[in-house]
Each structure stands twice: as structure tokens, then as C-alpha cells.
């Protein structure tokens, strides 16, 4: 099975601090996504990537950077990180091919203070 | 762009009972949909997908969901729940072309009492 891991289950940050989110799969997989998931709105694509160095917006990009440098990685930055930020954020990984199934990660929940 | 609603953001049950989560679509191209589950402190993982041929689909844990074109409809369904199924619930939606991107319904969380 793949195995889609984000490193920090938990984090608690202060305004204005600049917040990495590490996401490490052990597939081959080409396509990663980054989802924030708040009550009462579901999942939300923030970025998403189809292949090492190669990154879309999403439906709320805005306030975020990714980065991918290797295939397996694909870290998450809030360069600024505000209180608006607060949530849980939910990487995902799946291969480009066959149908849309997307494999998630444990989830890493962030507290901006 | 495609579209999902789930109007019921809470379904509260007893353990044995019948249960359906609504789920419904927009899109004007043709779709696919899935129905996903996420346990307390978990990450969300797939319970069953909709990509062609018989619109009664079949998942894990006992759960199906039935594909109506007409009524635009993907609804969840699982004839006696446990205790264990208390989860939230997410159904979304993707193109069957291109890229594919995924759209979530803002989900419905599932409560078995007993």
C-alpha cells in the first residue's frame, strides 16, 4: 500500500512565522495535493503538483508557496503564517494514470496564535 | 466546474439501523464520483468510486452507493450500521477527462449510537 506521510501531526505557531509542511510518499506516484480541511467546508485545494518542479494553484492558493524538489516530497510553506491559517491541512498523492483515486496522508494540524 | 452538495452536515443513528448520506452533483460533462471516509484523527481514505458500467456500486464496510444520471445523484447507503461506522463522510466529484481534478462535498458526519 502507499503510504503518504506528514511528518508534524501537531503544530502551534505564532503570527507572522514562516510554517513548513512536509509531505513524503514511498510510491512512485506523480501527482501530489495539498487540501486544507476546515468544518462545515469540507476540503479545500490549496496546490497541487504533477510532477517534480511542476506546481498549480488551486482553489485557495492564496497566502501559500510549494515546493517539490523530488518526486517523493512535496513540503507545504506558509511564508507568513496568520491567524486565518488555523486548520487542518491534508496531503495526497496518485498516480497519473487510471481513475482519480487519491491516497491521503494522516493530516497535520496547525494552530496560528 | 464541477460541483458537490451534501445537505446533511450531521446524520445521527442508532446501531442496526438503515442509513443513507445524500450526496449531488453539478457538472455539465460526464463524471466521476467517490465516496470517502475519514475516522476520528485519520486521514481520509477511499470507501468506493463510480468511474462506468453498473450504477450500483459496492465499497468496504458493508457500504453502496447508486449513481443516478438522471436526478444527478450519488447517494451512500448502508442497511444496518455499527457502532464503528461513526466517521464523517465526504462525496466528491472529478471530470472523466484531462486532469481530473478532485472536488469534495463539505461532508457529513455520521453518528451511531447504541
Known amino acids: 500500500d502507499v503510504k503518504v506521510t506528514q511528518s508534524s501531526r501537531y503544530l502551534v505557531k505564532r503570527t507572522g512565522e514562516k510554517v513548513f509542511l512536509e509531505c513524503v510518499q514511498d510510491m512512485d506516484h506523480e501527482n501530489m495535493f495539498w487540501y486544507r480541511q476546515d468544518p462545515g467546508l469540507g476540503l479545500r485545494l490549496i496546490y497541487f503538483s504533477y510532477d517534480v518542479k511542476m506546481k498549480e494553484k488551486g482553489d485557495i492558493p492564496e497566502g501559500y508557496s510549494v515546493s517539490r524538489e523530488k518526486k517523493e516530497r512535496f513540503s507545504l510553506i506558509l511564508e507568513s503564517a496568520s491567524t486565518n491559517q488555523t486548520s487542518m491541512y491534508l496531503c495526497?498523492?496518485?498516480?497519473?494514470?487510471?481513475?482519480?483515486?487519491?491516497?491521503f496522508g494522516a493530516g497535520s494540524r496547525l494552530t496560528v496564535l | 466546474a464541477q460541483s458537490v452538495t451534501q445537505l446533511d452536515s450531521q446524520v445521527p443513528v442508532f446501531e442496526e439501523a438503515p442509513v443513507e448520506l445524500r450526496c449531488n452533483y453539478s457538472?455539465?460533462?460526464?463524471?466521476?464520483l467517490f465516496w470517502y471516509v475519514q475516522y476520528p484523527n485519520q486521514g481520509l481514505q477511499l470507501l468506493l468510486k463510480y468511474l462506468s458500467g453498473s450504477t450500483l456500486v459496492k465499497g468496504i464496510n458493508g457500504f453502496e452507493a447508486e449513481f443516478n444520471k438522471s436526478q444527478t445523484s450519488f447517494h451512500l447507503r448502508k442497511p444496518s450500521v455499527h457502532i464503528s461506522d461513526t466517521a464523517e463522510y465526504f462525496c466528491?466529484?472529478?471530470?472523466?477527462?484531462?486532469?481530473?481534478?478532485?472536488?469534495f462535498g463539505t461532508g457529513t458526519r455520521l453518528l451511531v449510537s447504541p
Open positions: 495526497a498523492t496518485r498516480t497519473s494514470s487510471g481513475a482519480n483515486v487519491l491516497t
Open positions: 466528491a466529484v472529478s471530470v472523466n477527462t484531462g486532469f481530473q481534478k478532485l472536488v
Open positions: 457538472s455539465s460533462v460526464s463524471v466521476y
